[in-house]
């Protein structure tokens, strides 16, 4: 583990300078540098959040050893306490498919700071904490876009863009998202910024059920980060970003305004964009643009500014 440790410590005592200079509390201190150690280690403010890429050919009792010596490595080069270090055991997929998967029912909830507001978050209960550390510079994009606009948040997960666009100045927010649980975080996370939560904006279900819906509202600004699969019983059929984006951006259209800027991003590593279908001014791709600087996997994501 010394490799490991080695390469933690030079990366936080670079990380941590960089943070503190862009008032930044919660960002990658380690993203899979060395190949031997497949950790993605987060700070959370005071606590420490750790992915861990397992192999499969590892039997389970080599898994929990190894997970264990890392997080002994963590707390003695980051001076933690174990309490305050959460790691989560992850698949290595092709797609994102365990996603937002409950692991734990401890419920350690926190609320942290980013841009100026708060944002609630669960290190213990999911693979996913709440708050995608990497979409943090889009997510900024939004408070100075968003201002005067009606914004349509799809697939929202807990609302973080809603949030942003709504502390902006946004006309109108819509949020979309098949989990109930999902939804009430994102009201949580509004109230928590004294932002005013209309009922009928927040809109638990399916989303392509939503688009091929009536349109009741045109937006000006829209976000839509799917997961890269999803069965979900609570839908019909199943989600799948690769082969159902083309259908989904073409119904979008028809809910958008003339002049309207949509961000499309998803994290499926293998993706490749069919926008043969789309009629709109341009397409552009802005992924280097929207990794921020604590990344180094600078395939964390794929994102594209399609202007209607």
Not at 135 to 158: D, I, M
Not at 189 to 205: H, M, R, T, V
């Amino acid at each position: 583990m010394e490799p490991f440790a080695n390469r933690l410590k030079k990366n936080f005592k670079h990380t941590a300078k960089w943070a503190d200079r862009n008032a930044v509390s919660c960002y990658r201190i380690y993203d899979h540098d060395i190949p031997e150690y497949p950790f993605c280690v987060d700070i959370y403010e005071d606590c420490i959040h750790v992915s861990a890429y397992l192999s499969r050919y590892q039997s389970v009792e080599e898994q929990d050893e190894y997970v264990s010596a890392a997080g002994k490595v963590i707390t003695e080069v980051l001076h933690v306490p174990e309490e305050k270090v959460f790691v989560k055991h992850r698949r290595v997929l092709a797609r994102r498919e365990e996603q937002y998967e409950k692991v734990a029912a401890v419920q350690h909830k926190m609320v942290v700071a980013e841009g100026g507001l708060k944002f609630r978050v669960n290190l213990s209960d999911y693979l996913d904490t709440g708050l995608f550390l990497d979409h943090r510079p889009l997510r900024s994009r939004f408070l100075t876009e968003a201002k005067g606009k009606q914004v349509l948040n799809l697939f929202a997960y807990t609302g973080s863009f809603s949030v942003y666009a709504a502390a902006s100045g946004a006309t109108g927010v819509t949020t979309v998202d098949l989990s109930q649980t999902y939804i009430q975080w994102t009201k949580e996370n509004f109230a928590l910024n004294d932002l005013e939560i209309i009922e009928e904006d927040f809109i638990q279900g399916d989303v392509m059920t939503f688009l091929k819906g009536e349109v009741t509202r045109k937006y000006d600004l829209v976000i839509v980060d799917p997961p890269s699969f999803s069965n979900s019983k609570r839908m019909s059929g199943t989600w799948d970003t690769q082969r159902d984006h083309p259908t989904m951006l073409h119904l979008l259209l028809k809910h958008c305004n003339p002049g309207a800027k949509i961000y499309f991003s998803n994290n499926f590593r293998n993706f490749q964009p069919d926008f043969s279908r789309l009629k709109v001014q341009s397409v552009k791709e802005i992924s280097q643009e929207t990794i921020p600087e604590d990344f180094r996997n600078k395939q964390i994501h794929k994102c594209y500014d399609i202007l209607v």
